[in-house]
Nanobody, 114 residues
Framework: QVQLVESGGGLVQAGGSLRLSCAASGSIFRFNTMGWYRQGPGKQRELVATITSAGSTNYADSMKGRFTISRDNAKNTVYLQMNNLKPEDTAVYYC????????WGQGTQVTVSS
């Protein structure tokens, strides 16, 4: 089993920044993919970004240039730096890890006021 704990969400004004963290514990494989997804009000969950153990990244087109995903393999932690936030970025942000199975965190709320 894998446990994921997100932190760093909150309320920010448009144009501001936030940094989310997600710490994984339990049976973490050496090779996996960690990622961030989000679900806005009345919307389906969507990809934000993923990063492999080797550091290869993938971003949703709308996040490119504003969001940066990174990870610390020694700490089994993935980060999401979000800059120039917009009201439409308001959502619950979920961390996940894909190895043999896929595991999800409980989510952290990000609210961007206009």
């Amino acid at each position: 089993q894998v446990q994921l704990v997100e932190s760093g969400g909150g309320l920010v004004q448009a144009g501001g920044s936030l940094r989310l963290s997600c710490a994984a514990s339990g049976s973490i494989f050496r090779f996996n993919t960690m990622g961030w997804y989000r679900q806005g009000p009345g919307k389906q969950r969507e990809l934000v970004a993923t990063i492999t153990s080797a550091g290869s990244t993938n971003y949703a087109d709308s996040m490119k240039g504003r969001f940066t995903i990174s990870r610390d393999n020694a700490k089994n932690t993935v980060y999401l730096q979000m800059n120039n936030l917009k009201p439409e970025d308001t959502a619950v942000y979920y961390c996940n890890v894909k190895q043999f199975n896929t595991y999800w965190g409980q989510g952290t709320q990000v609210t961007v006021s206009s």
